[in-house]
């Protein structure tokens, strides 16, 4: 059948026990009052994981990219025009898709590997903008783009987010930093299997939503997902992905119980032992000190390692998947996830312990490395 | 938590044990060779299922209502004049899509309860029109519209079909009737949990794609989707839902295994066994004979009948649900799913056991009916 993997790669992550249990629980329907209880929860959960008071936050009905779609779709006219910082494959992704509909784009880039400096953002925005896009955590890079200072920035205009790979693993808060709308996946820090983008939208920024796509009709969805206090009967708008809203509760239950702050910080831990250690066995990292992102960690593969070879020999010998390159950086670059379940001791050493015997390498002072990342 | 339905209403539909165990399979990646496998195999069995060589076969990840985004993001471009069926809330749901998409509308449209004359979808037809749509199986209304004769009609034009509700339960052939695309959701006949979108598109149909959806880019899923045939490596787009794969897989292995002949022919008898049922208790069928929907019963409810209340004790009292009325209709019919698993002697007896208790009255004609329809 399917052979289990250890899943240390850019995603998706380890998936618990616990959320495959519930994925499997028994399907009901999507008016069902059972289902509706577990709706209100789920969104009242999620404000929890964003940081956020916004009314508008649930889980889209597509992958995290298609939470990018929908923020495409109902935010952005054609014409308007938009910052988008690019440094790496998922701001270029933007940057496409809003080319795609019709927005007039402001690329600022950076180097792939580093962050964008916030005064260069900042410069790029005129007043009669329509929205700033960054990519909060880039999984093509495993960089953290500080959103500090944009806020003010922008003034009247939006703040638009890309939480996909940091929700839940990197320090975030929605809130605090005046992000207008953000959209995350379900399968990187919370765990759970791909096929949601948790997405959450400031009351704020719901004056002047797009209706051209059906589907991504974000008035329509809060007609179903509304809160209930809002009052008022769900409106049925299309079947929800019943099964994985209720893998998508359980995950966010589990960064409940351990605390969003303390989840940041078992990342940072476990980010911090695993370079350690993968710098034990000639492996530097991408990011500078100071940019990384805690949830994935990207290093140069040293010279005269067949990166794809040994990386295949994770998966087909070890069990272990890992993400190469994309981009400039492939066959360069290995994109090692440090996300929920598996930014943890055991997962880690085991992966060490693999790539040790792969180089033909002894796996001792990479693996006291890592024990002294996590002592 | 949560307790289990009996799921008789317009979908979801029940999931068999099997899909459910499947689903809850561990999590691996969407580029591991395991899971290009298993894509390979759930593309042939949708092929199958459809009744089409088309190569652009797979499921979209979103729900049923998502592949009518992605049809109408794909395959409609700003301007385009498109004839739309109308006899019931999915076509009405399609003419808003078209709208909104900037296509001209042409409405054809039929009472709700009745399927619409091919003759005058024929006659509504231009030759400089893009495209002709039709809901194949009405899931507000329980009606079959016919294909025959639309492919003749539209030459170098668009046949585009909604099968959400017919697909493995109704009669269909895509390639026999000339259907240039069509979707589906896997929560129907089906019976795998809702969130995924059975789609296909013909051949001749993929050289004017717009890709003005970044998330809904044929080409690029395609990339990703390219049967094992057609050579070069999965190009990655977006993560697909691993573990929702893994339980679409085993129910098309399940029609598979029943033959779609002997499937379609099981979903005609319940329908009629049960109708036969529910006509003892007062409730008529309100499709005409010939236009019925196999997988849907649409019923009008008796007068003096509280419909809701009945339903909501149906639901509360005996755990089973099903559908009310939508648009017009609501108030006045039950829709009733037959549908897979849902389409068998033992839960319709459940169903027609409850309704009769509730109505105050012996179950014991409308059983002897039921029993005569499966017979």
């Not at 690019?86 to 509909?101: C, K, P, Q, S, T």
């Not at 093509?140 to 806020?151: E, Y």
């Not at 769900?234 to 303390?262: D, F, K, Q, S, W």
Request: overall charge negative; glycine content about 12%.
């Amino acid at each position: 059948m399917i052979e289990p993997r250890l899943l240390l790669g850019s995603g998706p992550s380890p998936v618990p026990q616990r959320v495959l249990d519930a994925l499997a629980r028994p399907t009901i329907g999507h008016l069902d009052p059972q289902f509706g209880a577990l709706m209100d929860e789920v969104a009242e959960l999620l404000r929890a994981t964003f940081r956020t008071a916004n009314r508008v936050a649930f889980p889209l009905s597509a992958t995290g990219s298609g939470g990018m779609q929908a923020m495409v779709d109902t935010l952005i006219a054609p014409g308007d025009m938009v910052v988008c910082g690019v440094h790496g494959l998922f701001g270029e992704r933007m940057a496409d898709a809003l080319g795609r509909a019709g927005a007039t784009v402001v690329r600022v880039e950076a180097e792939w590997g580093r962050a964008i400096e916030t005064e260069r953002l900042v410069d790029a925005w005129q007043p009669d903008m329509r929205a700033l896009f960054v990519v909060h955590g880039e999984t093509s890079t495993g960089v953290a783009q500080p959103l500090d200072g944009l806020r003010d920035a922008v003034g009247e205009g939006l703040l638009l987010v890309d939480c996909v790979t940091s929700l839940a693993g990197h320090p975030l808060d929605l809130d605090a930093s005046g992000v207008d709308a953000a959209f995350s996946g379900s399968q990187k820090c919370l765990n759970c299997p791909p096929g949601l983008a948790p997405f959450t939208v400031a009351d704020r920024a719901t004056n002047r939503l797009s209706r051209r796509s059906w589907y991504f009709d974000l008035e329509a969805i809060l007609g179903y997902w509304r809160d209930a206090a809002s009052g008022g009967a769900r409106a049925y708008h299309h079947t929800a992905p019943i099964n994985m809203v209720y893998a998508l509760r359980e995950a966010l239950l589990l960064v409940g119980e351990e605390g969003l702050e303390a989840r940041w910080a078992r990342h940072a831990t476990a980010h911090e032992a695993l370079c350690r250690a993968l710098g034990e066995l000639g492996f530097e990292r991408l990011a500078p000190d100071g940019e990384q992102l805690s949830s994935l960690l990207c290093v140069r593969v040293p010279e005269g390692v067949d990166e794809a070879a040994v990386r295949g020999r994770l998966l087909s010998e070890h069990g272990i998947e890992i993400s190469g390159g994309l981009g400039p950086l492939a066959g360069q670059v290995w994109r090692v996830g440090v996300m929920g379940d598996g930014a943890r001791r055991e997962p880690q050493a085991r992966l060490v312990e693999a790539v040790a015997r792969e180089l033909g390498k002894k796996a001792s002072d990479p693996l006291a490395a890592l024990e002294s990342g996590w002592a």
